[in-house]
C-alpha cells in the first residue's frame, strides 16, 4: 500500500477488487488480521514491466468495520496491533500478495522524558485540528490515548507528519520508542515540521 499502518493506527479503506473483499471476508469469519506492507516503488524490469518493491516492515492489522455501501463496495475500518518482519512474499494467481512473516516484539512502555514534551504537545494540537475540522471522520484515533509513552506518541506523529513512506517504514522498524521518538524530534526540527498546524 501507498501507506505506513503503526501500531495502535487506524487504517480505513475502501474496498471493491474481488481478491481484497475475499481476504476481508476471511478475515473476519476466521477472526485472524491482514498484513499492511507499504509499496516503497515500483522496480523497472524491462520497458514494459515493473516490479513492486515491498518494506520489509509492515504491521498486522485487525477488521473492525465491514460496511457495504454499494454492491461490491465496502468501507472498511482497521485497527494496528503489531509489528511483524517479512520473511518472504509470493504472489497467487489472482494477484494477492501472501507471505511468511515473523513478529516483533511490542514496544515496551516508556515514559516520555522532559525534552520530548514540545512534541508531544505539537501531537495534541494536530490530533485536536484534525477532531475539530472533522478531517479524517469519525473515529480517526483509537482511544484512549497514552501522551505520556514514547511509543504511542512516536507512532501517532510518525502516521500523521508528511514524511516520505521510506522515512515512516524506518521509524517503523525502530525496535526502540525512544530511539523513534528521537529520531522525530531531529525531523520535526530539521524540517519545520514544528510550525505544520499554524498553515
Known amino acids: 500500500m501507498g501507506t505506513t499502518l503503526f501500531p495502535g493506527g487506524i487504517i480505513a479503506l475502501k474496498i471493491f477488487e474481488a481478491r481484497y473483499l475475499d481476504m476481508m471476508k476471511r478475515c473476519l469469519r476466521e477472526n485472524t488480521p491482514y498484513g499492511v506492507i507499504s509499496i516503497l516503488a515500483d522496480k523497472a524490469v524491462d520497458s514494459d514491466t515493473s516490479v513492486a518493491h515491498f518494506s520489509d516492515i509492515g504491521t498486522l492489522a485487525t477488521l473492525e468495520e465491514f460496511d457495504p455501501i454499494q454492491p461490491a463496495l465496502y468501507m472498511t475500518k482497521s485497527y494496528g496491533i503489531q509489528r ?7 504472489q497467487e494467481s489472482d494477484g494477492l ?3 511468511q512473516i515473523e513478529l516483533i516484539a511490542a514496544d515496551p512502555e516508556i515514559p516520555l522524558p522532559k525534552e520530548h514534551e514540545k512534541v508531544a504537545s505539537l501531537l495534541q494540537e494536530i490530533m485536536s485540528i484534525i477532531k475539530s475540522e472533522d478531517l479524517l471522520g469519525d473515529g ?7 501522551p505520556d509513552d ?12 508528511p514524511l516520505p513512506l521510506a522515512q515512516k517504514n524506518h521509524l517503523l522498524a525502530q525496535s526502540n520508542p525512544r530511539i523513534r521518538l528521537d529520531l522525530i524530534s531531529e525531523i520535526i526540527e530539521e524540517d519545520g515540521l514544528h510550525n505544520i498546524v499554524m498553515h
Open 84 to 90: 511483524f518482519k517479512v520473511l518472504n512474499l509470493r
Open 97 to 99: 500478495w501472501m507471505g
Open 140 to 146: 480517526a484515533f483509537r482511544m484512549p490515548a497514552n
Open 150 to 161: 514514547c511509543g504511542w506518541v512516536s507512532n501517532r506523529l510518525a502516521e500523521l507528519l
